[in-house]
């Protein structure tokens, strides 16, 4: 059971990035899917989620700018991330609970000003 996420970079503030979060050893179609972020210093925090029906939630900083989808046929999740801000920059984290929590690697955004 593995995640593997993957797009991450260094992009100016305004740009765009898309993460994806490729599952092996389970089918992703049967469970709700998480990004989370961690910038240096802070807690682990959730971003955004996609349940099994494809229903999404956001958090309030990136409500409006960022989009989760999921492609069960691919087994894979990702993160379209528009109007990136400095603030945004952290590791990314891709996530689900089998129950057990599965953790993706992680990939870095960094933006610039």
């Known amino acids: 059971v593995q995640l593997q996420a993957s797009g991450g970079g260094l992009v100016q503030a305004g740009g765009s990035l898309r993460l994806s979060c490729a599952a092996s050893?389970?089918?992703?179609?049967?469970?709700?899917m998480k990004w989370y972020r961690q910038a240096p210093g802070k807690q682990r925090e959730s971003v955004a989620t996609?349940?099994?029906?494809?229903?999404?939630d956001y958090s309030d900083s990136v409500k409006g700018r960022f989009t989760i989808s999921r492609d069960n046929a691919r087994n894979a999740v990702y993160l379209q991330m528009n109007s990136l801000d400095p603030e945004d920059t952290a590791v990314y984290y891709c996530?689900?609970?089998?129950?057990?929590?599965?953790w993706g690697q992680g990939t870095q955004v960094t933006v610039s000003s």
């Open positions: 996530n689900t609970k089998l129950p057990r929590d599965v």
């Open positions: 050893g389970f089918m992703i179609r049967y469970y709700t």
């Open positions: 996609i349940s099994s029906g494809s229903s999404t």
